[in-house]
C-alpha cells in the first residue's frame, strides 16, 4: 500500500492482490515466496539478477529488518550484491523462494544475506543487504519496547485505511524505466530517464532495487539478446537518496563505462541527479 515499486514488482501479499507468500518467519531467520513479473524477465525470457536483488531488497527489509529490530526500523540501504549460481531458468509466473537471515545487528549497520531458488530447489544466487539503521528521532521514540505495541497498533490500522496500491501491468522493463537521450560511443554509454513515484520505495525515495535494476539495464542496452548472456555479478553502493513525488516526473542522468576482460565484461554505471552520484554499480557478465 505504500511504495509503488514493490508493487510492480509482485510483492504483496496474496490477500491484497499480490504474488507474495511468507512461508515462515522466525528471529532472525524467514522465507518468503513470490511470483516472478513479466516485466523482471530478460529478453530471453529469464528473470534478471537485478530483479531478484530488487525483490530481496524489499523482502529483506519489510520481512526482515522490520520485525526483527528492536525499533521496527526499516533502516536504509547502503549496498546491495548478488551472484547468481547460473542462468536462472526461470520465467515470468513461475515462483521462487527466497531464505535469508540477519547476519548481524546494530544501532548502525546491519547485514543479511540471503539465497534464492526455484521450485524445484536449486539454488539460483547468492544475496547480499547492508543497511544502514539510524531512523531519527520518531523511530527512537515510538520504538521504544515498552509502547511499541501501541505504536504498531494504530500503524496497521492506519495502513488498512489505505486503499491498495494500482500499478500497471508492464510486459518489459523498457516500459518501466524508460530513457532518453542515449549516446554510445566506444564503450562509454549517457542517457537521461525520468522516474516518478512509480519507482518510490514506501517513504518516497527512489527505491534501492530500481537504482540496481536501473543500472544492469544500461549495462546491458544495446548488447545483443542472448539466451548465453550470463550477468553473474551486480554489486551496488547506494550512495543518496532521490525524492519522487507524486504526479511529478525526476530526471536523473546515468553514464556507463565497459571494462572488457574476455572472456567477461563489466560495466561501471553511476546513477546521477544534478551532476551528483547517488549510485555506483558494477554489473558484470559472459557469454556462456
Not at 513470490?34 to 525483490?55: I, N, T, Y
Not at 504526479?247 to 544534478?274: A, Y
Request: hydrophobic content about 35%.
Amino acid at each position: 500500500k505504500k511504495g509503488k515499486f514493490s508493487s510492480m514488482l509482485g510483492l504483496q501479499l496474496e490477500d491484497d492482490g499480490g504474488r507474495m507468500e511468507i512461508e515462515n518467519m522466525e528471529d532472525g531467520r524467514a522465507c518468503v515466496s513470490v511470483e516472478v513479473a513479466p516485466w523482471c524477465c530478460g529478453g530471453d525470457g529469464r528473470v534478471s539478477l537485478a530483479a531478484l536483488l530488487a525483490m530481496f531488497d524489499e523482502v529483506s527489509t519489510f520481512c526482515g529488518c522490520v520485525p526483527w529490530d528492536g525499533s521496527s526500523r526499516p533502516g536504509v540501504s547502503l549496498q546491495l550484491a548478488g551472484r547468481s549460481m547460473g542462468v536462472a531458468d526461470v520465467g515470468a509466473g513461475e515462483r521462487i523462494t527466497f531464505k535469508y537471515s540477519m547476519q548481524k545487528s546494530g544501532k548502525t549497520i546491519s547485514f543479511l544475506h540471503g539465497h534464492v531458488f526455484n521450485k524445484q530447489g536449486d539454488e539460483l544466487a547468492y544475496l547480499r543487504h547492508v543497511k544502514f539503521m539510524p531512523m531519527g528521532l520518531m523511530f527512537d521514540v515510538f520504538g521504544r519496547k515498552s509502547i511499541r505495541h501501541h505504536t504498531l497498533d494504530y500503524f496497521e490500522r492506519y495502513l488498512e485505511s489505505l486503499p491498495i496500491n494500482a500499478v500497471p501491468a508492464h510486459a518489459s522493463i523498457d516500459e518501466v524505466f524508460k530513457f532518453s537521450d542515449i549516446r554510445h560511443e566506444a564503450n562509454e554509454k549517457t542517457c537521461q530517464v525520468s522516474l516518478s513515484a512509480e519507482h518510490a520505495n514506501p517513504n518516497g525515495f527512489l527505491h534501492g532495487g530500481a537504482a540496481v535494476m536501473l543500472s544492469a539495464h544500461l549495462a546491458l542496452c544495446g548488447e545483443p539478446t542472448s539466451s548465453k548472456l550470463h550477468v553473474y555479478s551486480i554489486t551496488s553502493d547506494l550512495l543518496s537518496s532521490i525524492p519522487l513525488r507524486e504526479g511529478v516526473e525526476t530526471r536523473v542522468q546515468m553514464d556507463s563505462s565497459l571494462s572488457p576482460s574476455s572472456p567477461d565484461l563489466t560495466s561501471h554505471v553511476r546513477l546521477l541527479k544534478s551532476g551528483k552520484p547517488t549510485s555506483y554499480s558494477l554489473v558484470s557478465w559472459r557469454q556462456v
